[in-house]
């Protein structure tokens, strides 16, 4: 075991190791930020990321693309928030909808959405919630997607959730985290998705 002298060492060294890598890295700039995988946690984060926006003051625009068709806490707690536009233009799951032509047109509406607030100066850090499930059926085309991030302005942070990220987007994105499942409750225990856990 080390010694409280022997410790204080170790991280004044750490620190100082630290500090010259923070004093080398001083560029700011809106990132493109996707949290994709099968795990749990990738709105979740999004909005721990829209929390801590507000709390900077900044204007944050959400758009959620499959969600909508049921009641969800972050819609009741962000609709508290005037700094927040939050859309939930979602119909459910594609497999309980099961007509392709108005989930395309029910894509095409948040995306549209998604763009306005990507052409608006104004926001701060923009999430579209679930793009990568649309993108994953064809609902957009991938390209149209990546040309829109390209003319988000400089300071413009965008933020996209959703499993089965594609390729090209993650190859764009600056920041990509990839949620790895463990253990779900619903498929080991059976567990149905609860309130204020997963909605």
């Not at 004093?23 to 700011?28: F, I, N, T």
């Not at 988000?152 to 499993?163: D, E, P, S």
């Amino acid at each position: 075991m080390r010694t409280d002298a022997e410790h204080a060492e170790r991280m004044a060294k750490k620190k100082a190791a630290q500090d010259s890598k923070v004093a080398a890295r001083d560029a700011e700039k809106g990132l493109v930020i996707v949290h994709t995988g099968k795990g749990k946690g990738k709105t979740t984060a999004a909005l721990g990321m829209v929390l801590r926006a507000v709390g900077h003051d900044m204007r944050v625009g959400m758009v959620q693309f499959v969600k909508g068709a049921m009641t969800t806490g972050e819609a009741a707690v962000l609709a508290r928030f005037p700094e927040v536009d939050f859309h939930a233009m979602g119909e459910g799951f594609t497999w309980n909808t099961q007509d392709r032509s108005r989930d395309i047109a029910t894509a095409r509406g948040a995306w549209d959405e998604v763009k306005r607030m990507i052409a608006d100066p104004s926001y701060d850090l923009i999430v579209a919630d679930e793009l990568n499930i649309v993108l994953r059926y064809d609902y957009l085309p991938v390209d149209e997607v990546l040309e829109v991030l390209a003319t988000k302005g400089a300071m413009t942070h965008v933020v996209i959730t959703g499993r089965n990220a594609p390729e090209a987007l993650i190859e764009a994105a600056d920041l990509v985290t990839d949620m790895t499942q463990v253990k779900h409750p619903f498929r080991e225990q059976g567990v149905k998705a609860q309130k204020g856990i997963e909605f």
